[in-house]
């Protein structure tokens, strides 16, 4: 198993990720624009030196078929962590 694949550095990173949401959250407070939070993630992300990609572009697959339509994950963490959604790994997908 890769290091970076271990349950101990997932759980880290998990930990990471939501104290930075808690900090913008407590910065910001409620009611702004999407993008506004997702800008603040990015300057918390930089801080922690973790990488991402913004608005990650994939075409899901359902039942083993690969549809048409574009799905967009607003920042995808280290190549595994959609923060949006429950974490999950990288969609397998080519962008």
């Known amino acids: 198993m890769h ?3 271990s349950k101990r550095y997932i759980d880290e990173l998990r930990y990471e990720i939501i104290g930075a949401a808690i900090r913008v959250h407590r910065e910001m407070g ?4 999407e993008t506004v939070y997702e800008e603040c993630m ?3 992300l930089k801080g922690l030196d973790i990488s991402f990609e913004q608005q990650f572009r994939f075409r899901p697959v359902y039942k083993g078929i690969q549809l ?3 799905s967009v994950i607003d920042l995808l963490v280290e190549d595994r962590t959609n923060i949006t959604q429950p974490f999950q790994t990288k969609p397998d997908l080519e962008k």
Do not use: F, R
């Open 30 to 33: 409620p009611g702004l624009k």
């Open 3 to 5: 290091p970076l694949d």
């Open 42 to 44: 990015i300057l918390e």
């Open 68 to 70: 048409k339509t574009t």
